[in-house]
């Protein structure tokens, strides 16, 4: 009975959200069942463009097809895997609560080596996400909420500079796509687009997803949203085309 009042609570809150905020809202195309993949926590497309990598079960990574069907799984010795981004060949993967960078090479499916970073804070409040910045050859990391600070880092990952954005009160995924930052918030069940030099907000959508965690964008430049607690994968039309 518990179960079933507090997912309740959370539909009633996700579709207030919807009714107060000001953004258009999406609405997918496809639709698809993640099966045998637990507690999704991030999407990543592969450098194929024909598959994607999806984190889940705290400590694994899967290897999936355009549709989520399960293809392989990568056991790379997490703890509270989060957030991940590609570069090349290497998975740089985000430990939450261990505060840890992971970087997994995925040709020879062998960590390499592990970065430790310093961030205070409660053990589920540490680096929700990551992203490569192409342009900077740098890495951008995100504190879930209270606060919700970016931290970018070098490619060797020293600290380099901490900021807010405005509007931005919780990330669960960053993207980075055709030289553009998108930040996904669980919370607000909202898309930003963001000015990474102003560090404000281009442009937002709204998504009908309860617990969206893990966003990418594909060939075709569809927006793909995966969820944790209904076990989906959604596929949205890119809504600047």
């Given at each position: ?34 099966k045998g993949m637990s507690e999704a926590s991030e999407i990543v497309l592969a450098a194929d463009g024909q598959n994607v ?164 964008f594909n060939k075709q430049g569809e927006m793909m949203i995966i969820s944790d607690d209904m076990g989906k994968l959604f ?7």
């Amino acid at each position: 009975m518990k179960s079933i009042f507090s997912l309740f609570l959370l539909w009633a809150g996700v579709y207030s959200s919807f009714a107060q905020a000001s953004y258009p809202m999406l609405r997918p195309t496809h639709k698809y069942s993640v099966k045998g993949m637990s507690e999704a926590s991030e999407i990543v497309l592969a450098a194929d463009g024909q598959n994607v990598y999806i984190l889940a079960d705290k400590a694994y990574v899967y290897k999936a097809d355009m549709q989520g069907k399960k293809i392989q799984k990568i056991d790379v010795k997490g703890y509270d895997i989060e957030g991940a981004t590609l570069v090349g060949d290497k998975l740089y993967i985000s430990d939450e609560n261990l505060r840890q960078v992971l970087c997994y090479n995925l040709s020879t499916q062998t960590l390499e080596k592990t970065h430790q970073l310093h961030y205070g804070g409660g053990a589920n409040l540490g680096f929700e996400s990551i992203v490569h910045l192409p342009l900077s050859n740098t890495f951008l990391l995100a504190s879930e909420k209270s606060p919700c600070v970016f931290h970018e880092y070098s490619e060797t990952f020293q600290l380099l500079n901490q900021f807010q954005i405005k509007g931005i009160r919780e990330v669960s995924a960053l993207c980075w796509y055709q030289n553009n930052l998108y930040v996904l918030s669980d919370e607000e069940a909202t898309v930003y687009k963001v000015d990474l030099q102003k560090h404000t907000i281009i442009n937002a959508w709204q998504v009908p997803i309860i617990n969206p965690e893990g966003l990418c964008f594909n060939k075709q430049g569809e927006m793909m949203i995966i969820s944790d607690d209904m076990g989906k994968l959604f596929v949205f039309s890119n809504p600047e085309q």
